[in-house]
T-cell receptor
Framework: TQLLEQSPQFLSIQEGENLTVYCNSS?????LQWYRQEPGEGPVLLVT?????EVKKLKRLTFQFGDARKDSSLHITAAQPGDTGLYLC???????????FGAGTTVTVRA | DAGVIQSPRHEVTEMGQEVTLRCKPI?????LFWYRQTMMRGLELLIY????????DSGMPEDRFSAKMPNASFSTLKIQPSEPRDSAVYFC????????????????FGPGTRLTVL
């Protein structure tokens, strides 16, 4: 059983469209990280959010941490083929250096 | 700067054989993590070290799995004997907790070792 549930599992969209990926849990986390993984490579950190309600923007990517620190979302505006990859959310807790990863959302952006 | 280095990148072995996966973390990092990734179970933490000392091995599936970190620049994950259900991509990651009280830091992942047990 995944501590963090991601949805949808798969997402295929046309270049230029917008998309949102969700990460939900019944547990509270002190921090939430988003990683992107490309085929044959390891995950690469995109962002870390630590405050409930926090919103961070990274170019066309917008990340939000829920007020109760149990959920997060990733929104991509005007998606490009380079955004294709597996997006993973990971939750961290105080006094614990472990991260709990969601199962991931596979995003495919068609040219 | 070199990132996390893992070897081999691919390993194909037969059931019952011993498998050793190797990892060189980023120089100066004080945490090292071993993960396993499968389609069914996603990315699972197996074990992690702090300053070469194992801190939490609760994710290690069973006694067939063992991990060591003899020094700050090298770690191994050994499976003996290997079984087909061990087939997965194994990742090593390292991080540096530079500031007191900073509990979450970036984990830098290696490229992974794809293990196939026939």
């Amino acid at each position: 059983t995944q501590l963090l549930e991601q949805s949808p599992q798969f997402l295929s969209i046309q270049e230029g469209e917008n998309l949102t990926v969700y990460c939900n849990s019944s547990s509270v986390f002190s921090s939430l990280q988003w990683y992107r993984q490309e085929p044959g490579e390891g995950p690469v950190l995109l962002v870390t959010v630590v405050t409930g309600g926090e919103v961070k923007k990274l170019k066309r990517l917008t990340f939000q941490f829920g007020d109760a620190r149990k959920d997060s979302s990733l929104h991509i505006t005007a998606a490009q083929p380079g955004d294709t990859g597996l997006y993973l959310c990971a939750g961290g807790r105080s006094n614990d250096y472990k991260l709990s990863f969601g199962a991931g959302t596979t995003v495919t952006v068609r040219a | 700067d070199a990132g996390v280095i893992q070897s081999p990148r691919h390993e194909v072995t037969e059931m019952g054989q011993e498998v050793t996966l190797r990892c060189k973390p980023i120089s100066g990092h004080d945490y090292l993590f071993w993960y396993r990734q499968t389609m069914m179970r996603g990315l699972e933490l197996l074990i992690y070290f702090n300053n070469n000392v194992p801190i939490d091995d609760s994710g290690m599936p069973e006694d067939r799995f063992s991990a060591k970190m003899p020094n700050a620049s090298f770690s191994t994950l050994k499976i003996q004997p290997s079984e087909p259900r061990d087939s997965a991509v194994y990742f090593c990651a390292s991080s540096f907790t530079g500031s007191p009280g900073l509990e979450v830091d970036t984990q830098y992942f290696g490229p992974g070792t794809r293990l196939t047990v026939l």
